[in-house]
């Protein structure tokens, strides 16, 4: 399985190929969907987020596309730049409330200039 | 603005002690929340809280004390530490449910 820092599924990628980035998420009742980018050393950085009546929204170099037959949620980076390299996580929110936000383990994203 | 601000950065501690992790935020954000971050999992919640006054419990809160006497402030007390405390963790604010987190830069605590 995946992990932090351990056995994270890899992704490795050249300057200026577009990334897909996949997360198969747990729960059909999650209604909130959001994908965060962890350099070493730092905090998760939101990049972008959707909500379940969505099927895709699209940021600066950026796409969330969800699938919600499927329970999936991918994010496409395009033109990715070796600043790029980094952990990539979805969380999903199922519930109410603030609790029941669940966060993945990650990818981590290599980019070769 | 400076966002979401942890300190320290890095912590040693022996088992059996206790010690606070301070968290501040300046964004007048509500919601203020410490997770914990450990290899082969995803970020789990510990303590969170909706407002200043008001605190609960996530999903591994034992052996952490919290308390939000301000809007700001938000600090993690390890009681008496445990080696399986050794983690790294970060603290979050949002302006409100379904609203993205923003996280500080986290505190690396070592409990040999």
């Known amino acids: 399985g995946e992990s932090v820092g351990l056995h994270l599924p890899t992704l490795s990628v050249q300057e200026g190929d577009n990334s897909i980035i996949n997360c198969a998420y747990s729960?059909?009742?999650?209604?909130?969907f959001i994908w965060y980018k962890q350099e070493s050393g730092k905090g998760p950085q939101f990049i972008i987020d959707?909500?379940?009546n969505m099927d895709k929204r699209q940021g600066q170099r950026v796409t969330v596309l969800l699938n919600k037959t499927v329970k999936h949620l991918s994010l496409q980076i395009a033109a990715t730049q070796p600043g790029d390299s980094a952990v990539y996580f979805c969380?999903?929110?199922w519930g109410p409330g603030y609790s029941t936000l669940t966060f993945g383990k990650g990818t981590m994203l290599l980019v070769s200039p | 603005n400076a966002g979401v601000t942890q300190t320290p950065k890095f912590q040693v501690l022996k088992t059996g002690q206790s010690m606070t992790l301070q968290c501040a935020q300046d964004?007048?954000?509500?919601?203020m929340s410490w997770y914990r971050q450990d290899p082969g999992m995803g970020l789990r919640l510990i303590h969170y809280?909706?407002?200043?006054?008001?605190?609960d419990q996530g999903e591994v809160p034992n052996g952490y004390n919290v308390s939000r006497s301000t809007t700001e402030d938000f600090p993690l007390r390890l009681l008496s530490a445990a080696p399986s405390q050794t983690s790294v963790y970060f603290c979050?604010?949002?302006?409100?449910?379904?609203?993205?987190?923003?996280f500080g830069n986290g505190t690396r605590l070592t409990v040999t």
């Open positions: 979050a604010s949002s302006p409100g449910l379904n609203s993205p987190l923003h």
């Open positions: 964004m007048n954000h509500e919601y």
């Open positions: 809280s909706v407002g200043a006054g008001i605190t």
């Open positions: 729960n059909s009742a999650s209604d909130y």
């Open positions: 959707i909500r379940s």
């Open positions: 969380a999903e929110n």
